[in-house]
Protein backbone atom coordinates (compact mmCIF):
# COMPACT_ATOMS: atom_id res chain seq x y z
CA UNK A 1 0.00 0.00 0.00
CA UNK A 2 3.05 2.27 -0.91
CA UNK A 3 1.92 5.72 -1.19
CA UNK A 4 4.61 6.97 -3.46
CA UNK A 5 6.42 4.33 -5.40
CA UNK A 6 9.75 4.74 -7.98
CA UNK A 7 11.43 2.08 -9.28
CA UNK A 8 14.06 1.36 -9.59
CA UNK A 9 15.88 1.57 -6.20
CA UNK A 10 19.17 1.44 -7.63
CA UNK A 11 20.34 2.26 -10.94
CA UNK A 12 24.19 2.13 -11.85
CA UNK A 13 25.07 3.07 -15.12
CA UNK A 14 27.94 4.16 -17.44
CA UNK A 15 28.12 7.65 -18.75
CA UNK A 16 26.36 8.44 -22.26
CA UNK A 17 23.85 6.00 -21.55
CA UNK A 18 19.80 7.06 -21.16
CA UNK A 19 17.64 5.62 -18.35
CA UNK A 20 14.44 6.39 -17.20
CA UNK A 21 12.90 6.47 -13.98
CA UNK A 22 9.65 5.78 -12.70
CA UNK A 23 7.07 7.08 -10.54
CA UNK A 24 3.24 5.95 -9.05
CA UNK A 25 0.98 7.75 -6.55
CA UNK A 26 -1.80 6.11 -5.10
CA UNK A 27 -3.01 9.21 -3.11
CA UNK A 28 -5.46 10.60 -5.41
CA UNK A 29 -2.98 13.85 -5.24
CA UNK A 30 -3.11 15.95 -8.54
CA UNK A 31 0.55 17.28 -8.12
CA UNK A 32 3.94 15.64 -8.67
CA UNK A 33 7.49 16.33 -8.17
CA UNK A 34 11.14 15.28 -8.98
CA UNK A 35 13.92 16.41 -6.24
CA UNK A 36 17.98 15.83 -6.91
CA UNK A 37 19.19 15.36 -3.69
CA UNK A 38 23.43 15.78 -3.98
CA UNK A 39 26.17 13.83 -2.13
CA UNK A 40 25.85 16.68 0.43
CA UNK A 41 22.01 15.76 1.24
CA UNK A 42 20.94 19.63 -0.36
CA UNK A 43 17.49 18.92 -2.21
CA UNK A 44 16.56 20.72 -5.48
CA UNK A 45 13.60 20.81 -7.09
CA UNK A 46 13.92 19.46 -10.43
CA UNK A 47 9.76 20.05 -12.34
CA UNK A 48 6.64 19.81 -11.21
CA UNK A 49 3.29 18.34 -12.91
CA UNK A 50 -0.62 19.48 -12.02
CA UNK A 51 -3.02 17.20 -14.03
CA UNK A 52 -0.41 16.64 -16.43
CA UNK A 53 0.69 19.96 -17.02
CA UNK A 54 3.95 21.34 -16.49
CA UNK A 55 3.88 24.00 -13.60
CA UNK A 56 7.89 23.67 -12.60
CA UNK A 57 10.33 23.38 -15.02
CA UNK A 58 14.10 24.62 -12.99
CA UNK A 59 17.26 25.11 -14.85
CA UNK A 60 18.07 21.96 -15.13
CA UNK A 61 19.84 20.67 -18.35
CA UNK A 62 17.25 19.18 -21.09
CA UNK A 63 18.91 15.69 -20.82
CA UNK A 64 16.36 15.78 -18.41
CA UNK A 65 12.69 15.21 -19.79
CA UNK A 66 9.77 14.32 -17.53
CA UNK A 67 6.83 12.59 -18.89
CA UNK A 68 3.01 12.25 -16.85
CA UNK A 69 1.50 10.18 -19.12
CA UNK A 70 -1.63 10.68 -16.02
CA UNK A 71 -2.05 12.40 -13.10
CA UNK A 72 -0.82 9.74 -10.95
CA UNK A 73 2.08 9.08 -12.70
CA UNK A 74 5.70 11.02 -12.99
CA UNK A 75 8.51 9.15 -14.86
CA UNK A 76 11.70 10.69 -15.36
CA UNK A 77 13.92 10.36 -18.28
CA UNK A 78 17.68 11.29 -18.41
CA UNK A 79 19.44 11.17 -21.69
CA UNK A 80 23.70 10.95 -22.02
CA UNK A 81 24.07 10.26 -18.81
CA UNK A 82 27.08 12.23 -17.13
CA UNK A 83 29.24 11.42 -13.93
CA UNK A 84 27.50 14.50 -12.33
CA UNK A 85 24.56 13.20 -12.84
CA UNK A 86 24.66 10.61 -9.69
CA UNK A 87 22.83 11.95 -6.72
CA UNK A 88 19.46 10.43 -5.22
CA UNK A 89 16.29 11.33 -7.10
CA UNK A 90 13.09 11.44 -5.01
CA UNK A 91 9.39 11.41 -6.63
CA UNK A 92 6.73 13.76 -4.81
CA UNK A 93 3.24 14.14 -4.98
CA UNK A 94 1.04 16.94 -2.97
CA UNK A 95 -2.97 18.38 -3.08
CA UNK A 96 -2.42 21.25 -5.70
CA UNK A 97 -4.91 23.05 -7.03
CA UNK A 98 -4.54 25.91 -4.83
CA UNK A 99 -3.36 24.15 -1.92
CA UNK A 100 0.20 24.30 -2.82
CA UNK A 101 0.75 24.41 1.15
CA UNK A 102 -0.25 20.56 1.51
CA UNK A 103 2.53 18.54 2.61
CA UNK A 104 4.48 16.62 0.18
CA UNK A 105 4.81 13.00 0.45
CA UNK A 106 8.22 11.44 -1.20
CA UNK A 107 9.09 8.10 -2.15
CA UNK A 108 11.70 6.25 -1.28
CA UNK A 109 14.72 7.46 -3.84
CA UNK A 110 16.36 5.99 -6.36
CA UNK A 111 20.21 6.09 -5.91
CA UNK A 112 21.66 7.00 -9.71
CA UNK A 113 25.68 5.84 -10.02
CA UNK A 114 26.80 7.11 -13.26
CA UNK A 115 30.17 5.54 -13.95
CA UNK B 1 17.14 36.01 -2.80
CA UNK B 2 14.59 33.61 -0.90
CA UNK B 3 16.74 31.33 1.06
CA UNK B 4 16.32 28.59 3.95
CA UNK B 5 19.56 28.33 6.26
CA UNK B 6 19.51 25.65 8.73
CA UNK B 7 22.54 27.15 11.26
CA UNK B 8 24.00 23.73 12.32
CA UNK B 9 24.98 20.73 10.45
CA UNK B 10 24.61 18.45 13.43
CA UNK B 11 22.92 18.58 16.76
CA UNK B 12 24.02 16.14 19.58
CA UNK B 13 21.50 15.92 22.91
CA UNK B 14 20.72 13.21 25.30
CA UNK B 15 18.28 10.60 25.45
CA UNK B 16 15.62 12.34 27.33
CA UNK B 17 16.72 15.94 27.49
CA UNK B 18 15.10 18.34 25.18
CA UNK B 19 15.94 19.27 21.88
CA UNK B 20 15.98 22.40 18.88
CA UNK B 21 16.47 21.72 15.48
CA UNK B 22 17.08 25.65 14.09
CA UNK B 23 16.24 27.60 11.06
CA UNK B 24 15.50 30.73 9.93
CA UNK B 25 14.08 31.68 6.68
CA UNK B 26 14.36 34.83 4.26
CA UNK B 27 11.52 35.66 2.09
CA UNK B 28 8.90 38.50 1.89
CA UNK B 29 5.70 38.10 2.37
CA UNK B 30 4.09 35.73 4.86
CA UNK B 31 5.32 32.22 4.08
CA UNK B 32 4.37 28.64 4.65
CA UNK B 33 6.85 26.94 6.65
CA UNK B 34 7.58 22.88 7.04
CA UNK B 35 9.65 20.63 8.96
CA UNK B 36 10.69 17.08 7.19
CA UNK B 37 12.46 14.25 8.51
CA UNK B 38 14.78 11.98 6.66
CA UNK B 39 16.10 8.30 7.72
CA UNK B 40 18.37 6.50 6.02
CA UNK B 41 17.72 5.15 2.23
CA UNK B 42 14.05 7.02 2.87
CA UNK B 43 12.20 9.65 1.62
CA UNK B 44 11.21 12.76 3.70
CA UNK B 45 8.60 12.52 5.98
CA UNK B 46 6.37 15.23 6.85
CA UNK B 47 6.44 16.49 10.12
CA UNK B 48 4.75 19.65 11.08
CA UNK B 49 3.84 22.80 9.40
CA UNK B 50 2.63 26.47 10.11
CA UNK B 51 0.45 28.29 7.68
CA UNK B 52 -1.59 30.80 10.14
CA UNK B 53 -2.86 31.54 13.42
CA UNK B 54 -0.91 29.98 16.50
CA UNK B 55 2.87 30.76 16.87
CA UNK B 56 3.22 27.31 18.33
CA UNK B 57 2.58 24.44 15.82
CA UNK B 58 2.56 20.78 16.93
CA UNK B 59 3.43 17.54 14.83
CA UNK B 60 4.17 14.41 14.52
CA UNK B 61 6.12 12.27 16.81
CA UNK B 62 6.09 14.34 20.09
CA UNK B 63 7.62 17.51 17.50
CA UNK B 64 6.41 20.78 17.87
CA UNK B 65 7.79 24.08 16.52
CA UNK B 66 7.41 28.32 17.02
CA UNK B 67 7.19 30.64 14.74
CA UNK B 68 8.97 33.81 15.14
CA UNK B 69 7.85 36.03 12.88
CA UNK B 70 10.48 39.29 14.06
CA UNK B 71 13.39 36.77 14.17
CA UNK B 72 12.28 35.24 10.74
CA UNK B 73 12.77 31.58 12.31
CA UNK B 74 10.91 28.51 12.90
CA UNK B 75 12.73 26.18 15.22
CA UNK B 76 12.23 22.53 15.86
CA UNK B 77 11.65 21.30 18.69
CA UNK B 78 10.78 18.64 21.08
CA UNK B 79 10.86 18.18 25.07
CA UNK B 80 12.37 14.89 25.36
CA UNK B 81 14.72 13.09 22.84
CA UNK B 82 14.17 9.50 21.89
CA UNK B 83 17.29 7.82 20.19
CA UNK B 84 14.48 6.80 17.63
CA UNK B 85 14.78 10.71 16.78
CA UNK B 86 18.06 10.32 15.13
CA UNK B 87 17.80 11.57 11.22
CA UNK B 88 18.50 14.45 9.01
CA UNK B 89 15.58 16.63 9.47
CA UNK B 90 15.03 19.79 6.74
CA UNK B 91 13.20 23.12 7.29
CA UNK B 92 11.11 24.35 4.22
CA UNK B 93 9.63 27.62 2.91
CA UNK B 94 7.08 27.99 0.89
CA UNK B 95 7.24 31.58 -0.34
CA UNK B 96 3.66 32.76 -0.17
CA UNK B 97 4.26 34.64 -4.08
CA UNK B 98 4.88 30.73 -4.87
CA UNK B 99 1.97 29.42 -3.03
CA UNK B 100 0.00 28.42 -6.34
CA UNK B 101 3.41 26.22 -7.77
CA UNK B 102 4.60 24.19 -4.55
CA UNK B 103 7.55 25.26 -5.23
CA UNK B 104 9.62 24.74 -1.72
CA UNK B 105 12.91 26.31 -0.51
CA UNK B 106 14.35 23.74 1.80
CA UNK B 107 17.63 24.21 3.97
CA UNK B 108 20.75 22.33 4.27
CA UNK B 109 19.56 20.06 6.32
CA UNK B 110 20.64 19.27 10.10
CA UNK B 111 21.54 15.62 11.46
CA UNK B 112 20.34 15.14 14.95
CA UNK B 113 22.05 12.19 16.96
CA UNK B 114 20.73 11.31 20.36
CA UNK B 115 22.87 9.64 22.36
CA UNK B 116 21.66 6.52 25.45
Known amino acids: DTAVSQTPKYLVTQMGNDKSIKCEQNLGHDTMYWYKQDSKKFLKIMFS???????INETVPNRFSPKSPDKAHLNLHINSLELGDSAVYFC??????????????FGNGTRLTVT | AQSVAQPEDQVNVAEGNPLTVKCTYS??????LFWYVQYPNRGLQFLLK??????LVKGSYGFEAEFNKSQTSFHLKKPSALVSDSALYFC??????????????FGQGTTLQVKP
Open chain 2, 92 to 105: AVLPNLSSNTGKLI
Open chain 1, 49 to 55: YNNKELI
Open chain 1, 92 to 105: ASSQGGGRYNSPLH
Open chain 2, 27 to 32: VSGNPY
Open chain 2, 50 to 55: YITGDN
